[in-house]
């Protein structure tokens, strides 16, 4: 499975962006599927996740209330819709999918990854 990260880019704080992960090769079979980041120097953070089975998920706390996480089964595409962006949110956006069953927040629990979308915001 290939995994197409996109719609990064620059945007001023208090503005929004919508990500977007497209599975080529097969379709999105695992059970969940999940976004995290890493900035220049920082070890990569989980952001957040979705089940894919029943929607449910599961967020940073440093996220919640202003990214939400979507899936489109039809499209074979995740997206990670983020409002109200903040300078700290500035890094590199990773999409992933997981053979665990519950959307998991940890990195190490994802199998497939992403090339990366880079997400600037500025203050």
């Known amino acids: 499975v290939q995994l197409q990260a996109s719609g990064g880019g620059l945007v001023q704080a208090g503005g929004s962006l919508r990500l977007s992960c497209a599975a080529s090769g097969r379709t999105f079979s695992s059970p969940a599927a999940g976004w995290f980041r890493q900035a220049p120097g920082k070890e990569r953070e989980f952001v957040a996740a979705?089940?894919?089975?029943?929607?449910?998920?599961n967020y940073a706390d440093s996220v919640k209330g202003r990214f939400t996480i979507l899936r489109d089964n039809a499209k074979n595409t995740v997206y990670l819709q983020m409002d109200s962006l903040k300078a700290e949110d500035t890094a590199v956006y990773y999409c992933?999918?997981?053979?665990?069953?519950?959307?998991?927040?940890?990195?190490?629990?994802?199998?497939?990854w992403g090339q990366g979308t880079q997400v600037t915001v500025s203050s």
């Open positions: 992933a999918t997981s053979s665990y069953r519950t959307p998991r927040a940890s990195w190490v629990d994802y199998d497939y």
């Open positions: 979705i089940r894919w089975r029943d929607d449910t998920t």
